[in-house]
T-cell receptor, first 114, second 115 residues
Framework: AQSVSQHNHHVILSEAASLELGCNYSYGGTVNLFWYVQYPGQHLQLLLKYFSGDPLVKGIKGFEAEFIKSKFSFNLRKPSVQWSDTAEYFCAVIRQTGANNLFFGTGTRLTVIP | GAVVSQHPSWVICKSGTSVKIECRSLDFQATTMFWYRQFPKQSLMLMATSNEGSKATYEQGVEKDKFLINHASLTLSTLTVTSAHPEDSSFYIC???????????FGPGTRLTVL
């Protein structure tokens, strides 16, 4: 069965620290990959997505992610976090063929300390 | 980008009553919509796939008689929680893929509290 795993459940960083959140998926076919952010009390927002092409994708608010096909990974990075980045981050995968529902990871809670 | 709305955004009801949640795609047509449930501090779990003009497809463990889904038009899907109980209290989120885009657009969610 297809699954998405996020290794870090809760990450606490000081402002200006660098961030990397891990995401791995288990599916042998071609997939599209997403990172969503959910700020406290708000709905899901798309941070960035990968469909094809350059495996290093840039999203909003200074976030980027790198797709490494051989490792089935799509890690999220940001060189310098801000207090306003405090949120829940979800990695999600969708198969390019077949059912078009998203599979979500369990989420990573990021707390940035001012 | 495409917009998906949900109504209501928050509902409180008594145990045993039924609650209807609407999901609308505002500027595009969606033959398929997805319903998710998110418990506090947990990830989104797919409940069912709503298909316009046909029966919904439910995920394993989701009671189809309790969570009634109707996809009446290309822009509207409804989720009715029948005979709600406190354990049904959760955040319900719908999403819809826009034709030609392999991406989901999410509604803002509906917080259900069952007393």
């Amino acid at each position: 069965a297809q699954s998405v795993s996020q290794h870090n459940h809760h990450v606490i960083l000081s402002e200006a620290a660098s961030l990397e959140l891990g995401c791995n998926y288990s599916y042998g076919g071609t997939v599209n990959l997403f990172w969503y952010v959910q700020y406290p009390g708000q709905h899901l927002q798309l941070l960035l997505k990968y469909f094809s092409g350059d495996p290093l994708v840039k999203g909003i608010k200074g976030f980027e992610a790198e797709f490494i096909k051989s490792k089935f990974s799509f890690n999220l990075r940001k060189p310098s976090v801000q207090w306003s980045d405090t949120a829940e981050y979800f990695c999600a995968v969708i198969r390019q063929t077949g059912a078009n529902n998203l599979f979500f990871g369990t989420g990573t809670r990021l707390t940035v300390i001012p | 980008g495409a917009v998906v709305s949900q109504h209501p955004s928050w509902v409180i009801c008594k145990s045993g009553t039924s609650v209807k949640i609407e999901c609308r795609s505002l500027d595009f047509q969606a033959t398929t919509m997805f319903w998710y449930r998110q418990f506090p501090k947990q990830s989104l779990m797919l409940m069912a796939t709503s298909n316009e003009g046909s029966k919904a497809t439910y995920e394993q463990g989701v009671e189809k008689d309790k969570f009634l889904i109707n996809h009446a038009s290309l822009t509207l899907s409804t989720l009715t929680v029948t005979s709600a109980h406190p354990e049904d209290s959760s955040f319900y989120i719908c999403s819809a893929p826009q034709t030609g885009y392999n991406e989901q657009f999410f509604g803002p969610g509906t917080r259900l509290t069952v007393l």
